[in-house]
């Protein structure tokens, strides 16, 4: 089975910006998880969907965004680019979630200018 | 809410010694316990596992037995390679969350 594919890999904008990035999960599986990778914060959970649902969403501001499509495919969006946005976002996915084991793509880094 | 403490790093070794990486957690329920590696410009790999009580997950020569007397999942490898090292995660996942806690993560480095 192919793994979780996450693009594009690596991003430049400018603060004001805003940013799409695409995860294709593995296979099967329905849901998927997006997280925020920073040297200062570490790994922050961002939101997670299954079944075009939204089930849980961490602690970041209205500009991050997401949505999940019918083929399982999601998106995250973050409007309004800040310096603070410049992190590796990973995408996971699992069959199910919950306690499942969450499968993580390569991440896309971005970075913010 | 749920929470993952590990650790602190960054911790250094030399090839065939011994590795323990502490990790303790505060739960509501009864969580999953994970351990995921991430190499240097990738994602992170899942480890290994443990789904209840004294559960051993291993994986490669890496153990780790979930205590949930002492609310623990330490990681351990009898005779590390410069292969592994990495930035190495604690993280938990508990019914209805929908999402992964995870520790701090710790940076190990085995030297040749």
Known sequence: ?113 | GDSVTQMEGPVTLSEEAFLTINCTYTATGYPSLFWYVQYPGEGLQLLLKATKADDKGSNKGFEATYRKETTSFHLEKGSVQVSDSAVYFCALSDLGDYKLSFGAGTTVTVRA
């Open chain 1, 1 to 113: 089975k192919a793994g979780v594919t996450q693009t594009p890999r690596y991003l430049i904008k400018t603060r004001g910006q805003q940013v799409t990035l695409s995860c294709s999960p593995i296979s099967g599986h329905r849901s998927v998880s997006w997280y925020q990778q920073t040297p200062g914060q570490g790994l922050q959970f961002l939101f997670e969907y299954f079944s075009e649902t939204q089930r849980n969403k961490g602690n970041f501001p209205g500009r991050f965004s997401g949505r999940q499509f019918s083929n399982s495919r999601s998106e995250m969006n973050v409007s309004t680019l800040e310096l603070g946005d410049s992190a590796l976002y990973l995408c996971a996915s699992s069959t199910q979630g919950g306690k499942e084991t969450q499968y993580f793509g390569p991440g896309t880094r971005l970075l913010v200018l």
